[in-house]
């Protein structure tokens, strides 16, 4: 069995698309959405997620501005912009770029966004009203993960859902938004005493940890959805998932491809928020 491609430009492209109508009438009532996105110091994989991020905000109509810091930047002058930034009607979505230089404290940077302008659903704020079930503003990468799963047609009520990794941008949240759909979610990480096991109950699987081809066919349930987050470099400067493509297409009963699968779902949810955020509708 091969397994399909689930084609993340082409859902993304259909989420940007429905976006267009409302974009134009808020524009037109004078209240055009705006984000601003910060970087702060040359990392490269970040310079290239923000460069794209504006790049379809203008494609889309959406005002972007980009504050650009140096890796020497102080807390308190980070702390400083934002706040103006907090200020502005013209700015509805206000995004800083992850991971930030060492000296900087990236929690306290977060709790500092306006809550209603945290389109990246970081906040305490949001992550505690997504973990109650209240309207929030949902991290961008497992909202962009749960649009990949419903374009299969595969329900998740009921279904053994498996979320390999635990961090506060993917894994947790993704856990939360699965249990939401009525799955039973397992979370695993470094820790996890038998990784195959465990992933081989999954009939939908979502990998988020950064390891290059750690889940193999062989770890996996026939007919699987895998949902793939990992971003990695592997020896030749590839860009790879975390799942091992070859062995998992063969086994899996849907996948999604690295590059293509949900890196562009994850700007089409930023852009979505944030369009959201000048409605007013969160
Ligand atoms: N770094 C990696 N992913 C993200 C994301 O979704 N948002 C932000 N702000 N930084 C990131």
Excluded at 11 to 37: C, D, F, H, M
Excluded at 66 to 90: F, G, K
Excluded at 185 to 211: F, N, P, Q, W, Y
């Amino acid at each position: 069995m091969s397994a399909a491609l689930i084609d993340g430009k082409a859902v993304a492209g259909r989420v940007k698309e429905s976006l267009k109508t409302q974009i134009a009438s808020l524009t037109a009532a004078n209240n055009q959405p705006g984000l601003a996105v910060v970087i702060v110091g040359n990392n490269p994989a970040s310079r290239v997620y923000v460069n794209s991020k504006k790049k379809q905000c203008g494609e889309l109509g959406i005002y972007s501005e980009e504050h650009t810091l140096p890796e020497t930047v102080s807390e308190t002058e980070l702390l400083q912009l934002i706040d103006a930034l907090n200020q502005r009607p013209q700015i509805h979505g206000i995004l800083v770029q992850l991971p930030l230089p060492r000296h900087i404290n990236e929690q306290q940077i977060i709790e500092k966004i306006d809550p209603a302008k945290d389109v990246d659903g970081f906040h305490p704020v949001n992550v505690g009203k997504l973990m109650v079930g209240l309207p929030a503003f949902l991290p961008c990468t497992p909202a962009g993960v749960m649009e990949l799963i419903k374009e299969t047609g595969v329900t998740i009520a009921g279904k053994e859902c498996v979320v390999v990794g635990r961090s506060n941008i993917v894994g947790k949240p993704q856990g939360i938004l699965l249990l939401r759909e009525h799955g039973t979610v397992t979370i695993c990480h470094s820790r996890t005493k038998d990784l195959g096991e465990v992933c081989r109950r999954a009939d939908i699987l979502v990998a988020a940890v950064g390891r290059a081809g750690l889940i193999t066919g062989a770890m996996l349930k026939p007919g699987a959805v895998v949902i793939d987050v990992g971003m990695n470099r592997n020896q030749h400067g590839k860009l790879v998932g975390d799942v091992d493509f070859p062995s998992v297409q063969q086994v899996a009963g849907w996948i999604t491809p690295v590059p293509g699968g949900v890196g562009p779902m994850t700007i089409a949810m930023l852009l979505q928020n944030t369009v959201q955020s000048a409605a007013q509708l969160i």
